[in-house]
């Protein structure tokens, strides 16, 4: 089901498409407990207003690369929870046929892979197939602040500058990779890396999704407008742990941090009968492709391997 690309731009489906990513997220940490899930899996939870702002401007043929914190970004794009649901379980019915669990999936022009900076020159190598086709698609490509210290990400920066690739590149800085604290492990301006290629850099502190929106607009039509990549820098915050129980954070910190919700943020937009309607429709979409997906059969073991 697609249920916001494009014509995502009223406040109950932003709030709804956000209120999805953070049910489902909450539904798939608890089904660990269970042994339900296969692989490991990093929750976007906290960071919903920057894949329901950046997706409600994208076009559909646009061409996503997202990284191991991929769910959100799929979710918003318009992905089908069950088939992520399924692939999460390792079952037949996922998206790559339950073989690539929660980093590794494909669906239409959405890509994932869990290498840090590995999707990033061939995000490249896309934006100058699109470019050679002349399209007019953009490409996204998202990264976290832990990222900017891969090296791949620097020469991809510089072809594509080079050769005017329409690419957008998204640093979701949530201040932490893994354990590390930004502040130990990336020195100097985030921006400036960028602005040192000539890529110019919509920046933001914000968990409010219509300001996402907003800086993502004028990203993403600076990226197609031919002059070459753009970048977007949206600082905020991660509620759950890095991907189960790897949190160094201090309670004080995380109570701090739980402040700064882009559904409660959002939510003072909406009218009061939109709260219990947006909540039963979003636990229908969770619930039926959880339930669903644990019913479905496990992928046939292949004799070659
Ligand atoms: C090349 C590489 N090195 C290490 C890892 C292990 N790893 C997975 S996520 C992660 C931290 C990523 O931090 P960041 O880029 O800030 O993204 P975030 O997890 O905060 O969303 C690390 C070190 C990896 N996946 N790939
Ligand atoms: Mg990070």
Same mark, same amino acid.
């Given at each position: 089901? #697609?249920?916001?690309?494009?014509?995502?731009?009223?406040?109950?489906?932003?709030?709804?498409?956000?209120?999805?990513?953070?049910?489902?997220?909450?539904?798939?940490?608890?089904?660990?407990?269970?042994?339900?899930?296969?692989?490991?899996?990093?929750?976007?939870?906290?960071? &919903?207003?920057?894949? @329901?702002?950046?997706?409600?401007?994208?076009?559909?043929?646009?061409?996503?690369?997202?990284?191991?914190?991929?769910?959100?970004?799929?979710?918003?794009?318009?992905? %089908? $929870?069950?088939?992520? =649901? @399924?692939?999460?379980?390792?079952? =037949?019915?996922?998206?790559? !046929?339950?073989?690539?669990?929660?980093?590794?999936?494909?669906? #239409?022009?959405?890509?994932?892979?869990? +290498?840090?900076?590995?999707?990033? /020159?061939?995000?490249?190598?896309?934006?100058?197939?699109? *470019?050679?086709?002349?399209? !007019?698609? +953009?490409?996204?490509?998202?990264?976290?602040?832990?990222?900017?210290?891969? !090296?791949?990400?620097?020469?991809?920066?510089?072809?594509?500058?080079?050769? *005017?690739?329409? +690419?957008?590149?998204?640093?979701?800085?949530?201040?932490?990779?893994?354990?590390?604290?930004?502040?130990?492990?990336? @020195?100097?301006?985030?921006?400036?890396?960028?602005? =040192?290629?000539?890529? /110019?850099?919509?920046?933001?502190?914000?968990?409010?999704?219509? %300001?996402?929106?907003?800086?993502?607009? %004028? @990203? $993403? =039509?600076?990226? #197609?407008?031919?002059?070459?990549?753009?970048?977007?820098?949206?600082?905020?915050?991660?509620?759950?742990?890095?991907?189960?129980?790897?949190?160094?954070?201090?309670? &004080? &910190?995380? $109570?701090?941090?739980?402040?700064?919700? /882009?559904?409660?943020?959002?939510?003072?937009?909406?009218?009061?009968? &939109?709260?219990?309607? $947006?909540?039963? %429709?979003?636990?229908?979409?969770?619930?039926?492709?959880?339930?669903?997906?644990?019913?479905?059969?496990? /992928?046939?073991?292949?004799?070659?391997?």
């Amino acid at each position: 089901m #697609r249920y916001n690309v494009l014509a995502m731009d009223d406040n109950f489906t932003l709030y709804k498409t956000m209120l999805v990513i953070r049910r489902f997220e909450e539904r798939l940490l608890s089904e660990f407990s269970t042994g339900k899930i296969v692989g490991t899996t990093h929750a976007y939870i906290g960071q &919903e207003a920057d894949a @329901a702002g950046i997706f409600s401007v994208v076009d559909t043929e646009d061409v996503v690369f997202s990284n191991h914190r991929c769910h959100g970004h799929f979710l918003a794009y318009g992905g %089908e $929870a069950y088939q992520l =649901a @399924a692939e999460l379980m390792g079952k =037949a019915s996922g998206l790559v !046929g339950g073989r690539g669990g929660s980093q590794h999936i494909h669906w #239409r022009n959405f890509y994932s892979n869990g +290498i840090q900076g590995g999707i990033v /020159p061939i995000a490249a190598g896309m934006a100058l197939a699109e *470019k050679e086709r002349n399209t !007019g698609k +953009i490409v996204l490509v998202f990264i976290g602040d832990g990222t900017l210290g891969e !090296g791949s990400l620097y020469e991809s920066m510089n072809i594509a500058a080079l050769w *005017k690739l329409p +690419i957008l590149f998204v640093l979701e800085d949530n201040h932490y990779a893994q354990t590390t604290p930004v502040e130990k492990a990336v @020195a100097g301006s985030m921006s400036a890396r960028f602005t =040192a290629f000539g890529i /110019p850099v919509w920046e933001r502190e914000t968990s409010d999704v219509l %300001e996402v929106r907003s800086l993502a607009m %004028e @990203a $993403a =039509a600076s990226a #197609r407008s031919g002059t070459g990549p753009a970048c977007l820098i949206l600082h905020t915050h991660r509620f759950s742990a890095h991907s189960k129980g790897d949190d160094p954070r201090s309670p &004080e &910190e995380l $109570a701090r941090i739980h402040k700064i919700d /882009p559904l409660t943020i959002h939510g003072l937009r909406l009218a009061t009968e &939109e709260f219990p309607r $947006a909540a039963s %429709e979003v636990a229908e979409i969770v619930n039926n492709a959880f339930d669903r997906a644990s019913l479905d059969p496990f /992928p046939e073991l292949c004799s070659e391997y």
